[in-house]
């Protein structure tokens, strides 16, 4: 700047500074208009104050329809179960903004939920813009609210007994497969090994295997002395039935004057034409269909809180054998028991776990012929359900079935029953006298429906898990 420009404008200032000090002079002179100017004076802070008062009440207003909007889309996102986490937000969503009107309340805000282990928490912000405190060159205020919901856990045993007989290959084991997977699924949703939550897996045909591992089976399992020479690396893990009662009960007591002693390893016997040993093949297909371990279904799953286990186990299964739904029932009930021989299930009485057995087949109970092939009960010859009639025997298994069930629900555990594309009336009602109640019986006559089964169940189970 020139140093004439500058004299200019210091020159403008002193101007300046003269005219305000004579205007404030002619004021301290003139005594006429000093109320009104005080008065006028004192309005702009009193105004801001008034305006204050209008914008934080409608703030306050705000924060209170976010808060209550935000209690409302926690409680159902909280009680709600078996959702992913997209589905849980779009469930937040809905509950939100029927709870939080923007037309009426017009401030829009959104919710954002987070979800870590059993807590969720909800979340929103508004922008409020003012109108008075504008003097005061407040143009809007942020409010904000928040709701923790915290989801009680209790615990949860519970075993699925799966039909993998013959007449379930093909498209009804896929279905099957499908079905369960679900119910997997909703049961353990985003975790893959949750502290309270154990689930086990019998597939049962005419028989239930139990595995080969060299301690459970010394242990547990014997051979009758009439099977002659025999390898045990030939056995897979498949028992026959304890004598009645004993195999209607998940009594573990080896001593045979005492319970129900140890049960004998099932070895399907050697015929030259019904069944040759020497077409035995190592793999597992061949073995449920050739050999010793003829018609015995993959191994079961004990309790376990790994969900890719489970899921392993019923990527598994195949399809081959007779119907036995009470020997699955007793085995299933076994593993959720917590005496021996399975020890991990919590103890009936406890209180902070629920436990619960679901049972699918998709037949009546099933003796292949007059002669009676052979089952975890032997030979129908043999007379092992006392008699050695086909449709007594038959009926026999049906008996038996009734008085697992009713053992199983004088413990406390919750029965589910399923029947797959069932015709049969006897079936049916024997499944749903089954069930702890009407309720907890499902008939389905298509995949589709199957698969609804296991979901209304899997839904159920998970409300007994969670609470708020």
Request: proline letters at 3%; hydrophobic letters at 35%; charged letters at 20%.
């Amino acid at each position: 700047m020139t140093r004439q420009m500058r004299q200019f404008q210091t020159g403008r200032l002193t101007a300046h500074w003269r005219w305000l000090a004579a205007l404030l002079a002619g004021f301290a002179e003139d005594r006429r208009g000093v109320v009104a100017i005080l008065f006028a004076l004192a309005l702009i802070p009193i105004v801001a104050a008034g305006g204050a008062a209008v914008d934080i009440s409608r703030a306050y207003i705000v924060k209170q329809r976010l808060g209550f909007a935000l209690d409302a889309a926690g409680l159902a996102v909280g009680s709600a179960t078996g959702l992913s986490d997209a589905e849980l937000n779009t469930l937040m969503l809905s509950y939100f903004n029927a709870n939080y009107p923007v037309d009426e309340i017009g401030v829009t805000a959104t919710p954002v939920l987070t979800i870590q282990d059993s807590e969720l928490t909800l979340t929103a912000t508004a922008e409020i813009d003012t109108t008075l405190m504008r003097i005061a060159q407040i143009n809007s205020i942020t409010v904000s609210a928040t709701t923790t919901i915290i989801r009680e856990t209790s615990g949860l045993d519970v075993v699925l007994v799966l039909d993998n007989t013959g007449s379930m290959s093909g498209s009804k084991l896929t279905s099957l497969k499908d079905a369960s997977e679900t119910f997997i699924d909703i049961l353990f949703g985003d975790e893959t090994e949750p502290e309270l939550l154990k689930v086990g897996i019998v597939p049962f045909t005419g028989s239930v295997n139990l595995g080969v591992d060299t301690t459970f089976r010394d242990t547990y399992t014997t051979v009758n002395p009439a099977d002659g020479n025999y390898d045990p690396d030939d056995w897979r893990g498949c028992v026959e039935a304890r004598a009645y009662p004993y195999d209607t009960t998940d009594d573990s007591q080896l001593d045979p004057n005492a319970g129900g002693g140890k049960w004998e390893r099932y070895l399907y016997p050697d015929h030259y034409y019904r069944n040759r040993w020497s077409r035995l093949r190592d793999d597992l297909s061949n073995n449920a269909y050739y050999g010793p371990n003829k018609q015995c279904p993959v191994e079961l799953l004990p309790l376990t809180n790994v969900k890719q286990d489970i899921l392993d186990k019923i990527d598994e299964m195949i399809a081959n054998g007779v119907t036995h739904v009470n020997l699955g029932a007793v085995w299933g009930w076994r593993v959720l028991s917590p005496s021996a021989p399975y020890t991990n299930g919590a103890a009936y009485d406890d209180e902070e776990t629920n436990k619960a057995i679901v049972i699918m087949t998709d037949g009546e109970n099933y003796i292949s012929s007059s002669s009676g092939a052979y089952s975890g009960y032997g030979y129908l010859s043999d007379g092992n359900l006392g008699t050695t009639s086909r449709s007594a025997a038959e009926d026999e298994l049906d008996s038996r079935l009734s008085e697992v069930c009713t053992n199983i629900k004088a413990t406390g555990v919750l029965v589910y029953t399923i029947t797959f594309q069932v015709d049969s009336n006897t079936i049916q009602n024997l499944m749903r006298n089954c069930a702890t109640d009407s309720n907890k019986y499902f008939n389905s006559p298509s995949g589709d429906e199957l698969e609804s089964a296991f979901r209304a169940i899997g839904a159920e189970l998970s409300n007994l898990r969670i609470g708020n």
